[in-house]
């Protein structure tokens, strides 16, 4: 039987790509993400590909949303061997004191408390199987810090430290948990924003002459869906062209 | 076949994890020259791949020698015309605490771990950089992070070359090169036994967070992913193979 992977995001950059790897592998894909037109169109994109794909709604913020996935992913399969908590972003861009409570804890809920909920209900469904892979997502702004994104910086920090305590918690099951940390990362939405003429000078500095794309990114979440990576829990994988070097 | 037709030189490949590194990236189409100090061993590697049915060569080399490690080069070229991976393995590990420490351990420490580094970095990276590609994976260690009682010439040449990788990646990432370490855990290999009886070395290996033995294999997989085009964006990176003992 294929194995499962439940993809936060997966109508996003970064998550669509990953959602298009995992496929590729042979993986079945729940596209999971609260811009449901999104999560088609890449679900549509992986049916004509050949892939097997479904593509849900939820807010990963809301609890009753998580938790009613996850019974519905479960009882489509009855198996998720792969969480990729990929759904998120900075959101807004502006000094600490100019922050509204309410937009902190938006930004909060949609990185850090989003992760927590996930996988309280897909855990459980992994310890049962004795395996299964958890892939959460920081930045390098996890690691750096950036002025004008102090929530998503600590929400980020805090998803590396979450990774490393969930990690020991599950280890004795076979779960491995890991962090993926995209550096700048060429998705629509991103590029939406910025030129990417400004983008390049911005983003000058990268070794690598470049910055992502979300194919790069999508290769390491599969990388550590893999039997090659079966000894790895706990960590942080940095995917930034050598922007940032921990 | 994600290494096809590449050319990769593995220090230390005549056993243990640089063992399953030649092997591992011959299984993925690569040429192999196996390098180690024990040519015999190296040797016997290089036969195991050829029975597989790909290309290998042994040199006999010792890293830390500026005219041996020339040799490897020569050979290597001479034998494949090019070099697009090299894995710089070949490692000692002694023990001694620093009041008790000669000078000679630690210089040979440091000549071996970090200078081997330095040594075969600076015979490939030419070819590297005249082809505008190339691929370089050194082995640091979970140690050189930690630190460990009686091993500091050893825990400083490991932390050494986390800084000496992340360097290089900063020099060579405008030519389309990647430098990245690899910080294995304590492995099922002979090394760890060169210090401890089979009891404590099992009884190390089982106390790890995960429920899993390290073995080299565990450790050659990462390098393989990093020698592939899947990690073409990835560089200055030091990434942890330790069944959960340490988290960076
Ligand atoms: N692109 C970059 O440069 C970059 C850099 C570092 C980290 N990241 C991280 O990578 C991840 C993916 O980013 P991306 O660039 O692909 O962004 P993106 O905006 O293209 O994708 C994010 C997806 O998450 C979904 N999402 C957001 N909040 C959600 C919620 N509460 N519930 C359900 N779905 C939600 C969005 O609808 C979107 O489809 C994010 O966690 C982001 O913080 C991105
Ligand atoms: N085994 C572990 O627990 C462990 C943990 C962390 C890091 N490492 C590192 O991984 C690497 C490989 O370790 P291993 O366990 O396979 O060790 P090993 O001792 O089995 O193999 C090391 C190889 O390097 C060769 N070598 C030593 N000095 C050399 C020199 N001057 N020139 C050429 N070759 C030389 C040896 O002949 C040997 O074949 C080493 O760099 C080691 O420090 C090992």
């Known amino acids: ?246 | 076949m994600r290494l096809k037709d590449k050319v990769a030189v593995i220090t230390g490949g005549a056993q243990g994890i640089g063992r399953a590194i030649a092997l591992g990236m011959a299984r993925e189409g690569a040429k192999i020259v196996v390098a180690d100090l024990q040519g015999e061993k190296a040797n016997s590697v290089a036969n195991e791949i050829k029975a597989l049915g790909h290309g290998a060569l042994a040199v006999e080399v010792n890293v830390a020698s500026e005219s041996s490690v020339k040799h490897l080069a020569k050979t290597t070229f001479d034998c494949f015309g090019r070099i697009d991976i090299l894995v710089n393995d070949a490692g000692i590990y002694l023990k001694s605490s620093v009041v008790d420490m000669t000078e000679a351990d630690w210089d040979r420490t440091h000549d071996i771990n970090l200078g081997g580094n330095f040594l075969c970095c600076r015979a490939f990276v030419p070819a590297m950089r005249a082809q505008k590609s190339g691929r370089i994976i050194s082995m640091a260690s979970g140690i050189g992070y930690y630190g460990m009682k009686q091993f500091s010439h050893y825990a400083a040449s490991k932390a050494a070359i986390i800084g000496f990788v992340k360097a290089l990646a900063r020099e060579l990432g405008p030519d389309g090169i990647t430098v990245n370490a690899i910080c294995p855990g304590s492995a099922n290999t002979a090394m760890p036994r060169g210090h401890r009886t089979e009891e404590e070395v099992m009884q190390r290996l089982h106390s790890t967070p995960l429920p899993h033995v390290l073995e080299p294999e565990d450790i050659a997989g990462p390098i393989l992913f990093l020698a592939s085009d899947a990690a073409s964006y990835i560089t200055g990176q030091a990434y942890n193979v330790n069944c959960g003992t340490y988290m960076v």
């Open chain 1, 1 to 246: 039987m294929s194995q499962v992977a439940l993809i936060s995001g997966g109508g996003g950059g970064i998550g669509g790509a990953a959602a298009h790897k995992m496929a590729a592998a042979g993986m079945t894909v729940v596209i999971a993400d609260f811009d449901h037109a999104a999560a088609e169109t890449v679900r549509g994109e992986i049916a004509s590909a050949g892939g097997k794909a479904d593509a849900l709604s939820v807010d990963v913020t809301q609890t009753r949303e998580v938790k009613a996935l996850v019974i519905d992913v479960a009882s489509r399969y009855g198996r998720i061997d792969v969480l990729a908590n990929i759904a998120g972003g900075s959101m807004y861009t502006k000094r600490m004191e100019e922050f509204t409570w309410a937009e902190w804890k938006q930004v909060i809920d949609a990185n850090l408390k989003g992760t927590f909920l996930m996988c309280r209900e897909v855990a459980p469904i992994m310890q049962k199987q004795k395996s299964g892979r958890i892939l959460n997502t920081a930045s390098n702004y996890g690691v750096t810090g950036s002025a004008l994104r102090t929530p998503y910086s600590a929400a980020k920090a805090g998803i590396i430290a979450f990774t490393k305590s969930l990690a020991l918690e599950l280890a004795p099951d076979g779960i491995l948990v890991n962090t993926v940390a995209p550096g700048p990362t060429d998705t629509p939405r991103v590029l939406e924003k910025e030129s990417a003429e400004a983008r390049n000078r911005r983003w000058s500095s990268i070794p690598l002459g470049r910055t992502g794309k979300p194919e790069d990114l999508a290769e390491m979440y599969y990388f550590l869906t893999t039997p090659e990576s079966a000894a790895i829990t706990g960590q942080t994988f940095h995917v930034n062209g050598g922007v940032v070097m921990p």
